[in-house]
Nanobody, 116 residues
């Protein structure tokens, strides 16, 4: 069974940091590119960041560039999103996504709330 389980969300004050994790199982994690996508209340999904299967390339939305860092540990079947200098507009449910040209898997999401 394919599973992507996000963790690490929570309530944080503006300017704070959180580290999200996404643990994968049931597929060959090291063969998949990975992304983080978020959805704020009342808004559509927003792509946040991506990392190639081997970690060689990373990509960021302009809204998070310079503040968020995506990384992965293929030996642990896990992808991370380090989020720094958080803003209220970063409040959303964050989903991890594993994809190839053929397959596309999603986790259930973890809530991140940035508020004082």
């Amino acid at each position: 069974e394919v599973q992507l389980v996000e963790s690490g969300g929570g309530l944080v004050q503006p300017g704070g940091s959180l580290r999200l994790s996404c643990a994968a199982s049931g597929f060959t994690f090291g063969s998949y590119d990975m992304s983080w996508v978020r959805q704020a209340p009342g808004k559509g999904p927003e792509w946040v960041s991506a990392i190639r299967w081997n970690g060689a390339n990373t990509y960021y939305a302009d809204s998070v560039k310079g503040r968020f860092i995506i990384s992965r540990e293929n030996a642990k079947n896990t992808v991370y999103l380090q989020m720094n200098s958080l803003k209220p507009e970063d409040t959303a449910v964050y989903y991890c996504n594993a994809w190839t040209s053929t397959y596309d898997y999603w986790g259930q999401g973890t809530q991140v709330t940035v508020s004082s």
